[in-house]
């Protein structure tokens, strides 16, 4: 009878050990699949959901061409990718101005990054008509030089200003201003670049400007804005004075703004 009782006592701890192990199998499966649904979670609430109130991605017209850049590679190649990556925007790249007027319909956001002439008096006209509809433009690098001397509308109200110099090539620190705002989140608050250093100044006729971020250097007193926010009366309009080569276009504070300078303006 003993004997029975302790081989019985000995099965039943047996199975309790094993149906204990068994609870902490499923355990351990329940507590990765809770992991894995938050972090799908958390992933989906990142620059990918920027696209959530149309659901469809940001249409993005890019124009550039002209002197001194290789717009081909920084931006039709470099930043078109950065832009239409995780499906956040489709771009669609123009190296002849007079094709925005092709394109412009179909476009939420105008990027302007050219130093190409722009001639024609109706594509002028419709870059004007798109900040009066209360579109987005994001204006980048070259696009803020004073490039048109018989086009002076174009400064002082896309660009509310303009650059007649910069710094010779090399390294200077940018630090953000205003990091509340939504062009400047996930930026860090400074960062070291090579670029070229644009002169931009506001222009006291224009319609003024809000800047984000400063640009300096050691050893200068004077400070440049990078990026800035034109207040305009109906468009949303972002400046980055940022993006001569490599060394802006491919480093993670750059891309940053410039994802959030799209979605910004494009009001998504």
């Not at 499966?29 to 992933?43: A, K, M, N």
């Not at 190649?77 to 790249?93: C, E, H, K, P």
């Not at 440049?224 to 309009?237: G, L």
Request: proline share 4%; hydrophobic share 40%.
């Amino acid at each position: 009878m003993t004997s029975f009782s302790f081989s019985s006592l000995v099965r039943t701890v047996s199975r309790a050990i094993l149906l204990a192990e068994t609870l902490f199998i499923l355990l351990g499966l329940l507590v990765g699949f809770v992991g894995w649904l938050t972090s799908c979670q958390t992933s989906s609430s990142g620059l990918a959901k920027t696209t959530a109130k149309t659901g469809k991605p940001i249409r993005v017209l890019m124009v550039g061409g002209g002197t001194s850049h290789d717009f081909g590679m920084w931006y039709k190649n470099v930043d078109g990718q950065t832009l239409s990556r995780d499906g956040f925007a489709t771009v669609n790249y123009v190296g002849d101005p007079d094709s925005i007027l092709t394109y412009l319909p179909q476009a939420d956001v105008l990027y302007l990054s050219n130093n190409r002439p722009v001639t024609n008096p109706a594509v002028r006209r419709a870059v004007m008509d798109i900040a009066d509809a209360g579109k987005g433009l994001l204006i980048a690098h070259a696009a803020m030089w004073y490039n048109w001397k018989d086009w002076p509308e174009y400064n002082q109200t896309i660009v509310s200003g303009g650059s007649r110099g910069h710094d010779k090539y090399g390294a200077f620190d940018v630090t953000v201003t205003e990091p509340q705002h939504p062009v400047t989140k996930g930026v860090e608050s400074k960062f070291t670049l090579k670029d070229e250093r644009y002169y931009y100044l506001p222009d006291s006729t224009g319609l003024g400007v809000s800047v984000l971020a400063n640009s300096s250097v050691a050893g200068s007193d004077k400070i440049f804005p990078s990026v800035f926010v034109v207040k305009h009366p109906k468009a949303r309009i972002v400046g980055l004075a940022l993006g001569h080569d490599a060394e802006s276009h491919n480093i993670a504070n750059y891309q940053n703004l410039l994802r959030n300078s799209v979605q910004w303006v494009a009001r998504q």
